[in-house]
């Protein structure tokens, strides 16, 4: 199933609204937040008025059960399904957008009749606020008024005991260097994203969170230039797979799929970036 998705989801991208992110000199991107949701249609509505993402208008998407919006260096794709708990418990804890100007969101997505939980000053010494969609997805607002969109992803972020191991695995895996975000030191960024890894002012050092798969927030996923080497690096260094490389036939897609030591599962694509 997880393939069929991806068949569905690679063929039906809509390549008008941006393209991923520059890779890496190592080939390496962000992709994409996969999300499962009791109401694909609601979370679809508020995505794009309220975060001005932009759905695939390819015809058959719908039929395979998934839906894709586009944002500029990343997408989100909708999965209809019940899940076994939103981002809150789980290691990927919320995911993160750079609004042009908070107020102004947090005064139109109160004027819908949804609440802001909370709102404060941010790691970055500028206006935070936090919402949570449908399905317990967390996510933070981040002030940016340099921004030349309305809105932009920004971060996703990992809540474990383990984060500097998680942190220290990442860098290795994925070929990146650690830079500190405002006052949270142990933070990277690949292409399109910024990766944090942090407890709550160091608390709740005895935290069990649970792994992503079943929950809201399901996987995420990177695009990798020349996957198959990648692929075959991260086999010698002892990774174990849940997707073996292949190549999706017709459509000149590769992918493959593994999870990470918290439990976060990871799909790689090579192709992603051509639709």
Do not use: C
């Not at 395979?64 to 290691?91: C, H, K, M, W, Y």
């Not at 997505?109 to 790691?123: C, L, M, N, P, Q």
């Not at 849940?242 to 192709?271: H, Q, W, Y």
């Amino acid at each position: 199933m997880r393939l069929l998705g991806w068949i569905s989801l690679i063929f039906f991208i809509n390549p008008s609204y941006g393209q991923l992110a520059v890779p890496s000199d190592s080939g390496i991107a962000f992709g994409h937040v996969h999300l499962k949701v009791t109401d694909p249609e609601l979370h679809t509505k508020l995505w794009v008025d309220h975060f001005g993402g932009v759905v695939s208008q390819q015809s058959g998407l719908a039929d395979r059960g998934l839906t894709a919006i586009r944002f500029p260096n990343l997408f989100i794709i909708l999965e209809e399904g019940a899940s076994s708990g939103g981002t809150a418990g789980s290691v990927m804890d919320h995911i993160g957008f750079k609004v042009r100007n908070i107020e102004d969101f947090l005064a139109d997505w109160r004027a819908a009749g949804y609440t802001v939980d909370r709102e404060f000053i941010g790691s970055e010494g500028v206006p935070n606020g936090y919402v949570t969609m449908p399905d317990g997805v967390w996510v933070e607002l981040q002030e940016d008024q340099g921004l030349n969109v309305e809105v932009s992803g920004y971060h996703i972020h990992y809540r474990t005991p383990m984060f500097v191991e998680l942190l220290d695995w990442y860098v290795d895996v994925f070929d990146l260097e650690i830079r500190p975000r405002g006052r949270i030191e142990t933070t990277t960024n690949v292409p399109g994203m910024n990766m944090s890894f942090a407890l709550p002012n160091g608390e709740w050092t005895d935290l069990e969170t649970a792994p992503t798969r079943g929950r809201s927030l399901d996987h995420i996923g990177f695009e990798i230039d020349n996957l198959e080497a990648f692929y075959q690096n991260l086999v010698n260094k002892g990774i174990e797979f849940d997707v073996e490389f292949r190549e999706i036939e017709n459509i000149a897609v590769k992918v493959a799929a593994f999870t990470d030591p918290s439990g976060v599962r990871i799909e790689l694509t090579e192709g992603l970036d051509q639709y």
